[in-house]
């Protein structure tokens, strides 16, 4: 496989969701505020459904 072929390999939604999310989660954790446990606690739940989702669903063939 080659250096291009990875590199778009990365670049797919399942990438993107997981970069975004996990980037979010980051900056809501030590940006300092004080956000609403409920908010944190929906967003964790959400966070790791779609994580689950992506790493754990069978490669389409």
């Not at 959400?46 to 063939?61: D, L, Q």
């Amino acid at each position: 496989m080659k250096l291009s072929e990875k590199i778009a390999a990365l670049i797919d939604v399942k990438s993107i969701v997981t970069l975004v999310m996990t980037g979010a989660l980051v900056v809501m954790l030590f940006s300092g505020s004080n956000p609403p446990s409920e908010l944190l606690a929906l967003y964790c739940t959400s966070y790791g459904a779609v994580i689950t989702y992506f790493f754990t669903r069978r490669k389409e063939t």
